[in-house]
DNA sequence: CCTACCGATCGGTAGG
DNA sequence: CCTACCGATCGGTAGG
């Protein structure tokens, strides 16, 4: 399926609607409306309805994966556990803020994917969570982070940063980045060790 | 709406069904299947399928609402804002795994309801999410808390705890208590002041 | 709690 | 991208 202008105003629209009605309750229909065009003429565009929510998601999923491994690469060699994990985090907060809708899609419609697809994606995330976990086990070896249970800590982290999506918006009191950067300290404090005598602010 | 014994099986097999597809995603058919009758058997029970919706959500809140209270109350006074905080989010943790299927419906569903119902909901929310606002408020003067901002570390730590609902199953390898202590430890890391000299353990 | 049925809407196709 | 249309399913009612 390539991706045209028109292909990527639908999935835009087809994002808000998710986000805010959910894939199942969000019709064919609705998504053309807001193009102001008819229903049937979505199918010039795409396969199915199944489809968009697809491409959406999957889109998505990379987004994360890239955002990830580009931050990584980019920290200096001899990067604390907690400092890698702040880049992960930090890394996960952009992308979840530069696209609420998309990002919501991703977190909350992977349900309604095929059992293929579903898999596929189910697959992905636990690949993408690993990451997380590896860093928070690490840091416990090295002394940047608390002794918590690596499995449990990355799922806390991970579905606190995913509940941006939850009350995020845009165009609230606070922006963007410092909503980003408090989120980033929160996430840290809950896991990092720490230093001794350090302040807490 | 009298609380027969069918009508709680109804609510609880509803609950499953929309945690599991969504409201928008789940026909009354569904639900009727479940239950081993016709679909238009559901009516001599229910008025309406947003009616099955409500009562779960409703319902819910109330729980939220008097867990946090009668945890508050059971508090011995002179409690420094952080032991409060801790009982609100052991409060919160135990609502949310006693019943993951109406947790979730609580959380996620609210948008599907009828306008003048999710008004309801959105005041009794902010409500209840404005007493982890103070009581995070009052640890930044008493000193037990960091100095954060108070609305929004209350909104990192209570949608990190409806995080639960993504991926707590109560057959799961770590048991409910172990689950719910290891939350709240997170949880009151993300913003407890650590005890100077004390263990990061 | 059942059978029989209602109008509305669903995702999607045919043919232009 | 349109009109016209398809069978299936939706939430809900009537009458027992």
Known sequence: MVETARRREIEDVASTLFH??????TSVRDIARALDIQGASLYAHVDSKHDVLW?????????????????????????TAAERLETLVQAHVGVVTADIGRASVFV?????????RRAEIAQRRDAYERRFRD???AGAIDGSCAAVDPVIAAAFILTALN????????DGRVGRS?????YVELALRAVRRAASGGSTR
């Open 178 to 182: 410092a909503i980003g950067d408090r």
């Open 163 to 170: 509940g941006l999506v939850a009350w995020y918006h845009p």
């Open 108 to 116: 909350h419609e992977w349900r309604s994917l095929a059992p293929e």
């Open 55 to 79: 491409t959406i998601i999957d889109r998505t999923a990379s987004r994360f994966e890239v955002a990830a491994d580009t931050a990584l690469e980019a920290l200096r060699d001899g990067a």
């Open 135 to 137: 860093v928070i086990a």
């Open 20 to 25: 805010a009605h959910g894939y199942a309750g």
